[in-house]
């Protein structure tokens, strides 16, 4: 990595937000030093819009988030989208008709608002294995008793589909039979679950393709993460910081690793990499 740093993007779940779900005050404190220098901060979370927290969403001079993987990249001032990679509604259906028949708890995402199976999302607990994620699928969730149906009334494209598994080795059955669709792109960064993107859509290409509507290249851009789907990202950018608690791979494809969601391991490294005079710990 050389150059300066000009635009960090931020995974949410095990690396912005502890794990109970929350922003530190360091966090908060590291972000809005390195927006007032000028760095452009934004979230770059498989979340949908909707989904990010409040505080985040209204964070001040934060003016950019890639959601849904980069299906959807929007202005937040303005709300209008700067960029969006949407999956048709027939992969859509093919998807939820394939993950359908296994034990599941079903999504889908449509202009950056989540939809989730009314029945199922009763019991979340059996289909999301982290209790802190319990509150967040029922507050953010729109419940919807037909989402194949929701997809047909709708007709036209949208950010995401996901399906979380009561069972590992359903998903395993569920993941190969999608392998199989052609125009699909999976990841699973819960383990438990499968998010399915059109083809070629990830966090990555949508920070490489942000930064070239702002005039930063890709060595200026520096991105943390710790799941499946964080690892593309870290290996497009021009520096790629995986937390401590990452996954192997994840880690794999990273330049540094800093410290872990419950140390601040992003406000270090924001600290140590971007800042002006800064060399945190991490």
């Known amino acids: 990595m050389s150059g300066k740093i000009k635009m960090i993007g931020l995974d949410l779940d095990g690396t912005l937000l502890t794990d109970k779900k929350e922003l530190t005050e360091r966090s ?14 934004l979230v770059a979370t498989g979340r949908p819009w909707t989904g990010v927290p409040e505080e985040l969403r209204n964070f001040p001079g934060m003016r950019y988030a890639l959601t849904s993987n980069g299906a959807r990249v929007v202005d937040t001032y303005t ?45 979340v607990e059996k289909y999301h294995k982290n209790p802190n994620m319990w509150e967040y699928m029922k507050a953010t969730r729109i419940p919807e008793n037909d989402l194949a149906g929701l997809v047909e009334r709708k007709n036209r494209g949208l950010d995401k589909t996901q399906a979380l598994f009561a069972d590992m080795e359903e998903r395993g059955r ?101 800042l002006e005079g800064g060399k945190g710990v991490c």
């Open 28 to 41: 908060k404190e590291v972000i809005a030093k390195a927006l007032r220098q000028g760095i452009i901060v």
């Open 79 to 123: 709300g209008r989208v700067i960029e969006e990679h949407l999956l048709s509604p027939e992969l859509a259906k093919k998807s939820l008709e394939i993950c359908g028949k296994y034990d599941t708890l079903q999504e889908v995402y449509f202009d950056g608002q989540g939809y989730a199976e009314a029945d199922k999302m009763a019991h």
């Open 174 to 274: 569920a993941w190969a039979e999608l392998e199989e669709i052609k125009g699909l792109e999976l990841v699973g960064s819960l383990k438990y679950n499968i998010e399915i993107n059109a083809a070629g859509v990830n966090k990555g290409t949508g920070l490489i393709s942000l930064g070239k509507i702002l005039g930063i290249k890709r060595e200026e851009i520096m991105a943390c993460g710790d799941g499946d789907n964080d690892a593309v990202m870290l290996r497009e950018v021009g520096l790629g910081v995986a937390m401590a608690n990452a996954e192997e791979q994840v880690k794999a494809a990273a330049d540094y690793i800093t410290l872990s969601n419950e140390e601040d391991g992003v406000a270090g490294a924001i600290e140590k990499f971007a």
